[in-house]
């Protein structure tokens, strides 16, 4: 489960056809809803995950939210947490009452901040514009994100549902080499909500009996 987090936090931040390229309609869409991204004081949203791989039958869902202020996070799964202040992320584990902390940049790094998701096109990826959809009666979106490296990742496209309107992320989906499809729905997506004091930092008291794992020397 630790790295199933990891793993949706990844994919926050980090938010193949043979023939993709620099689209310049899809960047320009990219680029303006990036800067309405970077605008925000920060957001709050919660999220659908779902695994799908049809050649083994696999389905599994499951909800999680987020909230983000710039680099701080703090993100929640199946009554897991991580959290960051943007120098350090504590990762807590309520089955064994543990919570692991380590340094942001051994545990996030540049690629995985989940509030920048809007910029993962910036660096690494080919673009395209798709299609133009309807989502729940909405005009969306669709632009492609491939990989410029494939032998360097597990995945071969990401796909990214935009609303036309005002340039949200609606969806995004991480299509991997050996079939499993991981779909990431966004609901009540809130921007410039006020956000708690203390929200991006582990509260130890608030954890009764929790076991500190320190990894930042290691």
């Avoid at 049809?54 to 993100?75: M, N, P, W, Y």
């Avoid at 992320?169 to 499809?181: D, L, P, V």
């Amino acid at each position: 489960m630790k790295n199933l987090l990891a793993f949706v936090l990844m994919c926050f931040v980090s938010l193949l056809t043979a023939n993709a390229q620099y689209d310049q309609k899809a960047l320009g869409i990219l680029d303006k809803a990036s800067e309405k991204y970077e605008n925000l004081s920060g957001f709050k949203a919660d999220f659908v995950y779902t695994l799908n791989n049809d050649a083994v039958g696999t389905s599994a869902e499951t909800k999680g939210e987020i909230t983000a202020k710039g680099k701080q996070f703090r993100l929640k799964m199946n009554g897991q947490e991580i959290i960051s202040d943007g120098q350090t992320v504590w990762t807590y584990q309520p089955d064994t009452k543990e919570v692991y902390i380590d340094k942001f940049d051994n545990v996030v790094g540049e690629n995985v901040n989940p509030s920048n998701i809007h910029n993962l096109y910036r660096k690494g990826f080919k673009y395209m514009y798709k299609e133009e959809i309807k989502v729940n009666g909405k005009p969306h979106h669709v632009i492609e994100l491939v990989p410029e490296k494939a032998s360097d990742t597990n995945y071969f496209k990401i796909q990214l549902v935009i609303d036309k309107q005002d340039l949200t992320f609606s969806n995004f989906t991480i299509y991997e080499k050996n079939g499993n499809r991981y779909l990431f729905d966004i609901k009540n997506f809130q921007p410039n909500t006020a956000i708690a004091d203390g929200t991006f930092n582990f509260n130890k008291s608030k954890y009764p009996g929790v076991t500190e794992v320190d990894m930042r020397n290691y």
